[in-house]
């Protein structure tokens, strides 16, 4: 266990040095860095979230493959509602209701899921999550209190090769370092 703590304080201070380096140019890596820390602190990126630039078209690809396992005439619940998209996708006789950390317009339901006291969740047949889970802090505690409330839950996740990202930020903080 000590070991896994050196390594994982050894990552913050490197994910810290590279958020500082990409301060002005929020690069791929800075932002990675800048997740890690918000993770490791408990947070949110409300900021990053809050702003419509960050909400890339590309990921309508994704949220209209997980539409087609959505039952028709489901009431759906979406987390990380983002551009709203889902409903384009639903198959014919489903109800919407978007949820995010954000408002997102009329009926956004919105929800910090890393806050510590969870909303009571209305009853929906399927809830969405599409680019969403990758930022939940405690997906277990998460999934136990949507239980009772949906009994489908579709979703997308983009695991991320720990060692590959370690590399990555140690490698970025350390040309940092040398040029600054």
């Known amino acids: 266990m000590l070991?896994?703590?050196?390594?994982?304080?050894?990552?913050?201070?490197r994910a810290e040095d590279l958020l500082a380096y990409g301060r002005g140019k929020l690069t791929r890596f800075s932002r990675a860095a800048k997740t890690i820390l918000l993770k490791r602190d408990g947070r949110?990126?409300?900021g990053r979230w809050s702003d419509p630039s960050n909400l890339n078209e590309s990921w309508d690809v994704r949220t209209a493959a997980l539409a087609k396992f959505?039952?028709?005439?489901?009431?759906?619940?979406?987390?990380g509602a983002g551009r709203?998209?889902?409903?384009?996708?639903?198959?014919?006789?489903?109800?919407?209701?978007?949820s995010d950390l954000v408002d997102r317009g009329p009926g956004t339901l919105v929800c910090d899921l890393n806050a510590?006291?969870?909303?009571?969740?209305?009853?929906?047949?399927?809830?969405?999550?599409?680019?969403?889970?990758?930022?939940?802090?405690?997906?277990?505690?998460?999934?136990d209190h949507l239980a009772p409330t949906c009994r489908i839950i579709v979703a997308s996740y983009a695991?991320?090769?720990?060692?590959?990202?370690?590399?990555?930020?140690?490698?970025?903080?350390?040309?940092?370092?040398?040029s600054g």
């Open 159 to 178: 695991p991320t090769d720990v060692a590959e990202q370690q590399t990555a930020v140690a490698r970025r903080a350390t040309s940092a370092s040398a």
């Open 3 to 13: 070991m896994v703590n050196k390594i994982s304080n050894g990552l913050f201070r």
């Open 84 to 98: 709203r998209v889902l409903p384009r996708y639903l198959p014919a006789g489903c109800q919407y209701t978007p």
């Open 116 to 143: 510590a006291q969870l909303p009571l969740f209305p009853e929906h047949d399927v809830a969405v999550f599409s680019g969403v889970l990758e930022y939940v802090l405690d997906m277990d505690r998460l999934l």
């Open 70 to 79: 959505v039952p028709p005439g489901s009431s759906v619940l979406e987390f």
């Open 44 to 46: 949110s990126d409300t």
